[in-house]
């Protein structure tokens, strides 16, 4: 299988905005005002610009950790609120006040490293990349579905791995790539936790995303869960009204809710999803896991199968390969690189 949408961003938001259609209805009619962004930079004229779209720690963490292998190199950063704190080193920060103009501190930029152009700082980035002439590198964040945002035209793609890489691209021709692995497993993997065998499966839930009709994401856990005896862990992003009607008929049905408020990186019991990122990470730390869904889409099939993912009832998924050179630190050689015309 391939990316539904390969190159056609305006094609993909039109999807990504039917399958949040209550939402896309309440922000029309509350006519939001455009994000703020804010610039942080390290020195004078850098070359290298990162933008951060999301301002939870664990995707400013993705972001920062390569930046802490960049040495003294000047570093611009853009993103949705000052996030300075949450980055290594001292940095001078502006809000840009609707300003979406390229900024004067940015015109020796040579390299904009981003996750893609489809949310608010990365949009921004990527037209002063294009006024610039500027190289943009996407960094791959999580696993890969047919619903994902296609590549910028002439992105440079920091890839999990080769076939990660070549199911982006879906067959262009303009997208030239590397592998650099992923900072999660590679985490994951230093950690080599102790399981605990005994304990009642974890279900990671998905209610929040797109690519599933919420039908099969609520059925699969609920069923999971109600034959299993398992505990649901909500996504952090089930805050949505329907996602509370959802946990609160769970409650009531006596289906166990993980409600500590431990990271996921600390858990040791065994966890199942329907394809969440959660169960490689899981499988990288010596954490059992597995996949389970009801009537899954032929698509979920191809992405267990591409990721080597298991499903319960049989032997736990194997860990993913992990590189032995830390995946930041790769990602950081290869900014480096590209920023001084490598």
């Known amino acids: 299988m391939a990316l ?3 190159s056609d961003l305006h094609a993909w938001q039109r999807w990504q905005n ?3 259609r209550l939402r896309r209805a309440r922000d029309l009619a509350q006519r939001p005002s455009p994000p703020s962004l804010w610039l942080a930079t390290t020195g004078p ?3 290298l610009l990162v933008a951060v779209d999301s301002t939870t720690p664990s995707s400013v963490a993705a972001f920062a950790e ?3 292998h960049l040495g003294d190199a000047p570093v611009a950063v853009l993103s949705l609120a000052d996030i300075s704190a949450q980055l290594p080193g001292e940095w001078t920060v502006r809000a840009l006040d609707g300003e979406r103009d390229l900024p004067r501190e940015l015109g020796a930029v040579t390299t ?4 893609g152009h489809f949310l608010p700082a990365g949009v921004a ?3 002063w990349a294009r006024a610039l002439g500027a190289r943009f590198v ?3 964040h999580g696993l890969l579905t047919p619903w994902a945002p296609p590549l910028p035209e002439d992105a440079h793609l920091l890839a999990f791995s080769d076939a990660d890489a070549r199911y982006w691209a879906s067959g262009r021709s303009d997208i030239t790539h590397e592998v650099v692995g992923s900072q999660l497993f590679w985490r994951a993997r230093q950690r080599n936790l102790r399981p605990d065998l005994q304990a ?7 209610l929040h995303g797109a690519e599933l009709p919420r039908r099969i994401s609520a059925r699969s856990a609920g069923r999971f869960c109600e034959s299993v005896g398992a505990t649901y862990r909500p996504h952090p992003s089930e805050t949505d009204r329907l996602s509370r009607l959802q946990h609160a008929r769970w409650r009531r049905r006596g289906i166990d809710f993980d409600t500590s408020g431990r990271p996921l990186s600390e858990n040791r019991r065994p966890v199942v999803s329907i394809f969440s990122t959660g169960v490689l990470e899981a499988a990288a730390a010596g954490i059992p896991a597995w996949v389970s869904a009801v009537r899954p889409p032929a698509w979920v099939l191809d992405c267990w199968e591409r990721y080597d993912m298991s499903v319960w009832g049989g032997d736990p998924t194997p860990p993913p390969d992990v590189a032995d050179l830390e995946p930041a630190q790769a990602i950081a050689g290869s900014l480096r690189r590209l920023a001084t015309g490598g």
């Open 18 to 20: 039917s399958r949040n």
């Open 66 to 68: 390569p930046l802490r």
């Open 45 to 47: 004229s850098p070359s």
């Open 138 to 140: 996407v960094a791959q």
């Open 200 to 206: 009642r499966p974890l279900f990671l839930g998905q």
């Open 4 to 6: 539904t949408f390969p």
């Open 125 to 127: 980035a990527h037209a």
């Open 112 to 115: 904009v490293f981003a996750a």
